[in-house]
């Protein structure tokens, strides 16, 4: 069975603080990964990510994919108190059984502390 | 340009009774899943419609469905609601793989 596993499930850090939140998958037929950040309720994109070793960057928010050890790191620098979100990292696969859906994780909860 | 709009955002029901929750995508978007957010499971998918055809169902009884309707606009329905259907209930509207966009969310709440 496809599977996601994110790590660790909360975090309390202060503010400037940098964290590494983890993801790691089991999924055949693997297409893409992705990482949302859900504040109230709607998730908002963050990341996409298809090929091993290539960084995405955005501000202070950065992400990498391993497809050979099937996991997915996303770094957050100088954290801020708006960072405080859950994150949450889903997978897409191909194939009609996988067709429109998202494998999620069980998602991060991050508290930045002022 | 607009996101993707969800209706009703709150909701209260009694248990046995039936809901319909709405789902308007992003314009041009002809794809639309439905997901289930619960604190111990986290987001579950339901269903995935497309040109007005499932095309996907996740592992959920038959009380939840679905439609979508020509101009892309989709609703679910559960019946006979129980109290481990409250829940958020998310849309996501997509144009392309990978590229999707949640809306706000429905918020059901079983009594």
């Known amino acids: 069975e496809d599977k996601v596993v994110q790590s660790p499930l909360s975090l309390v850090v202060h503010e400037g603080d940098t964290v590494t939140l983890n993801c790691s998958y089991e999924v055949t037929n693997f297409r893409s990964l992705l990482w949302y950040k859900q504040e109230k309720k709607a998730p908002t994109f963050l990341f996409m990510l298809t090929s091993s070793g290539i960084e995405k960057k955005s501000g202070r928010l950065s992400s990498i994919l391993d497809k050979k050890e099937l996991f997915s790191i996303l770094n957050i620098t100088a954290t801020q108190t708006g960072d405080s979100a859950i994150y949450l990292c889903?997978?897409?696969?191909?194939?009609?059984?996988?067709?429109?859906?998202?494998?999620f994780g069980q998602g991060t909860t991050l508290q930045v502390k002022p | 340009k607009a996101g993707v709009t969800q209706t009703p955002r709150y909701l209260i029901k009694t248990r046995g009774q039936q809901v319909t929750l709405s789902c308007s995508p992003i314009?041009?978007?002809?794809?639309v899943s439905w997901y289930q957010q619960t604190p111990g499971q986290g987001l579950q998918f339901l269903f995935e419609?497309?040109?007005?055809?499932?095309?996907n169902k996740g592992n959920f009884p038959g009380r939840f469905s679905g439609r979508q309707f020509s101009n892309s606009r989709s609703e679910m329905n559960v019946s006979t609601l129980e109290l481990g259907d409250s829940a958020l209930y998310l849309c996501?509207?997509?144009?392309?793989?990978?590229?999707?966009?949640f809306g706000s969310g429905t918020r059901l709440t079983v009594v």
């Open positions: 889903a997978v897409e696969a191909t194939g009609s059984s996988n067709t429109g859906k998202l494998i």
């Open positions: 314009s041009g978007h002809r794809s």
């Open positions: 996501a509207s997509s144009l392309a793989v990978g590229g999707y966009t």
């Open positions: 419609y497309f040109s007005e055809t499932q095309r």
